[in-house]
């Protein structure tokens, strides 16, 4: 096992652990409990982290990791319901239309 990163709240860990699954590296949220006696202990080590299994997964874990972290910032309107997107992402979340102009 090899910590990869701190992540702000287990939301956005789960969302990552999720992902690098995806991507075929097994990993794990450690301290998922840890953020109900924050306040108790020093804020980074209330954090829940992400680890990978594989220490041999680590370096190509933390460049989709940054990937992620570094997603474009959009907001469009969706051509399809005239929904607001507003977020990385370039469908839309309401009827599944892609987002217009080059992706
Ligand atoms: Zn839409």
Known sequence: ????????NLALATLWADM?????ISCRVLREHACAIAGQIPP???????????AADHARALALLD?????????????GCREIIDGPFEQCWNCGTAMPGPA
């Open 67 to 79: 990937e992620l972290r570094h997603a474009p910032h959009r907001h469009w309107a969706c051509p």
């Open 20 to 24: 690098l699954t995806a991507a075929g």
């Open 44 to 54: 980074d080590q209330s954090q829940p982290e992400i680890w990978v299994l594989d």
């Open 1 to 8: 096992m090899k910590r990869l990163a701190h992540a702000p």
